[in-house]
Nanobody
Framework: QVQVVESGGGLAQPGGSLRLSCAASGSIFSISVMGWYRQAPGKQRELVATISSGDNTNYADSVKGRFTISRANAKNTVYLQMNSLKPEDTAVYYC??????????WGQGTQVTVSS
């Protein structure tokens, strides 16, 4: 059993910053990829950023230059530093973990609201 727990969401003003954290725990032998996805009301879930075990990163065009994903491998933890936030960044952010070669686990999501 693998658990994925996100934290760090909340309310920010336009131009502000938030930092999300995601920790994976349980019966984990290896993690190949961890990433963040988001889903706004009435929209499909979309990729925000991913990072591999070799620290290769991938970002959605809409967040490049504003968001940074990083990883603490020893702690099976991934972070998303979000700067220069925009109202369109408002969504529920989900952490995805690919563990033990091929199993995909999702967290419960954390709300991010950007509003003045």
């Amino acid at each position: 059993q693998v658990q994925v727990v996100e934290s760090g969401g909340g309310l920010a003003q336009p131009g502000g910053s938030l930092r999300l954290s995601c920790a994976a725990s349980g019966s984990i032998f290896s993690i190949s990829v961890m990433g963040w996805y988001r889903q706004a009301p009435g929209k499909q879930r979309e990729l925000v950023a991913t990072i591999s075990s070799g620290d290769n990163t991938n970002y959605a065009d809409s967040v490049k230059g504003r968001f940074t994903i990083s990883r603490a491998n020893a702690k099976n933890t991934v972070y998303l530093q979000m700067n220069s936030l925009k109202p369109e960044d408002t969504a529920v952010y989900y952490c995805k973990t690919v563990a033990n070669l091929r199993y995909i686990y999702w967290g419960q999501g954390t709300q991010v609201t950007v509003s003045s």
